[in-house]
């Protein structure tokens, strides 16, 4: 199949990476003080702080060097995660700077996981596609507690990480 521009389009029921369940499980934002932007979470979306982290993985501190602090913050169905690289990192962005980091997209199962992965190496490798980071997919990589993720760029050069979470469904 094609789309109008003759672009091949992969079937989602022929991949089982289907469009229809896609969940967006969280929005990540860096910041240089993560204390005043919890704050600020809490006192503009009324979000809760549902967990921290300061522990990380091989890969999540290959693609955030510097890695130092983590929370996560609920505001009604959205999930943010904010986070710091440690104080060489710890300065703002210019005002004028995109500065979410990431947006992470939740498959069901980890056999979706794969076939998300196994979808994007496809589009990525059929040369349909000029891509503002020539960079292929991560692995996946399964951390301490199941959670299995990779991440890939858009056309655009926009991270998106794709992740499992067991127990995260029914």
């Known amino acids: ?26 929005i990540a934002v860096q910041t240089g003080d993560l204390d005043a932007s919890i704050a600020w979470y809490r006192e503009f979306f009324g979000a809760e702080v549902k967990w921290t982290l300061n522990a990380f993985s091989d890969l999540s501190m290959e693609r955030l060097p510097g890695l130092s602090g983590l929370a996560e913050v609920v505001a ?8 710091t690289r440690g104080p060489e990192h710890g300065v703002l962005p210019p005002a004028d700077s995109n500065q979410y980091q990431h947006i992470c997209i939740e498959a069901g199962t980890p056999e979706e996981l794969r076939s998300w992965h196994a979808k994007w190496t496809s589009v990525y490798e059929s040369g349909a596609h000029s891509f503002a980071r020539r960079e292929a997919a991560t692995d996946i990589v399964v951390d301490g507690d199941g959670v299995e993720s990779f991440y890939a760029f858009d056309v655009n050069g926009l991270e998106f990480e794709f992740t499992y979470l067991p127990g995260e469904r029914p």
């Open 76 to 83: 009604g169905g959205l999930r943010f995660h904010l986070f």
């Open 1 to 26: 199949m094609s789309d109008a521009s003759g672009a091949a389009v992969l079937e989602a029921s022929a991949t089982g990476a289907d469009p229809a369940r896609l969940s967006l499980h969280h």
